[in-house]
């Protein structure tokens, strides 16, 4: 097992990981989402694959379905490849901005082989927190 204080690199993440996902919308909204990462080489690094369930308070189950590309420097990037962020290998803060919204991000490693993020996001069109538990399977 890894120290708490040891940076992460990409390979870390290659595989299978459990994940549950709770999202609080601005209005008292909630969401839940529970399913699986995974993290599979590829050319320039790897392809994030989420999928699972998204259950909206109040309404139908839906299926879910997320990927991003991850490059070796922990840049993520949409599947289209623009750039999303940076993960800060030792945890941390990362941010995006999407005119007019604002993404701010912290991914917390103290409990790796176990992970969490958490989103705030915050704007005119958007307006959430989604926080993310990951374990690896």
Known sequence: MQTEAAERVLADFEGQWDLHRQIEHEGGQTAQFVGQAVWTPAAQGMVYRETGQLEMAGGPTMQAERVYLWGADLDVCFEDGRFFHRVPVDGGTARHWCD????????DFTRWPAFSTVWEVTGPRKAYRMVSQYSRR
């Open 100 to 107: 007019p919204d604002s993404y701010i991000v912290q991914y």
